[in-house]
């Protein structure tokens, strides 16, 4: 794998029956899940839950790369990582390796909204110090 970026997080996943289609491989819409739960786990093991229970995040824009596909059985590693904190977005970025192939790659922008209201929530410097080691916003 490439280069570790500052806030990296790794999620392992394999494969699974489920997963597959037609043509035998991983299905697109499958790299999406295989995203928003990479994404949701390195939020939820870096932020208290305390924090992390007061927002909900929501996807603005998917960008995905499909590079290789991957086939039933593979143990792959999700690498996400947080680029930055505006506001009440983020701009979040992904990559799905098997072993040293990579097959795909995204960026995603989510907004933050209160858990409560479901309004716009911005991310604060308690938040963003987390993932950064100081406000990034």
Known sequence: METPHSNEHLF???????????????????????????????????????????????VRR??????????????????????NFTGVTSDRHCEIWRGAELLARS???????DAGTFRPKRIGEEIAGLFFGSAKE
């Open 12 to 58: 392992p996943i394999k494969v699974i029956a489920s997963d597959i289609d037609e043509l035998n491989h991983v299905n697109n819409i499958v790299y999406l899940r295989y995203v928003q739960e990479a994404a949701g786990n390195h939020w939820h093991t870096t932020v208290p839950e305390n924090l992390s229970v007061q927002i909900i995040w929501v």
């Open 107 to 113: 960026r995603t922008i989510w907004v933050s909204l």
């Open 62 to 83: 998917h960008e995905i790369d499909y590079l290789k596909p991957a086939f039933l059985g593979d143990e792959l590693t999700v690498k996400t990582w947080v680029d």
